[in-house]
């Protein structure tokens, strides 16, 4: 059974930092591309972040700030978050995708993180 488990979110102030993580389990670990993505209420799940064996991806309104790394002998995926804003409120979502075929794609249950003003 394939599980991802999200940890880390919580009420931050703005400028505060929070590093969320995300076990994986039932999965061979080094054959995913890891991503983190985030949702708000009414819109849509967007890429924040996504690192594979040789590279890193981050959507512009994080780079700078956001960092993810993935530390395959504990087959977790992090993402460190600096400089927090409030529009950087939202559940954040753990992606797993097999590097060759997209059939076999998992998600993780979110874990809400708030930055008050």
């Known amino acids: 059974q394939v599980q991802l488990v999200e940890s880390g979110g919580g009420v931050v102030q703005a400028g505060g930092s929070l590093r969320l993580s995300c076990a994986a389990s039932?999965?061979?670990?080094?054959?995913?591309?890891m991503s983190w993505y985030r949702q708000t209420p009414g819109n849509q799940r967007d890429l924040v972040a996504r690192i594979s064996s040789s590279s890193t991806n981050y959507a512009d309104s994080v780079k700078d700030r956001f960092t993810i790394s993935r530390d395959n002998a504990k087959n977790t995926v992090y993402l460190q978050m600096n400089s927090l804003k409030p529009e950087d409120t939202a559940v954040y979502y753990c992606k797993a995708e097999h590097l060759v075929s997209r059939r076999y794609t998992y998600w993780g249950q979110g874990t809400q993180v708030t930055v008050s003003s």
């Open positions: 039932g999965i061979d670990y080094g054959l995913y591309v």
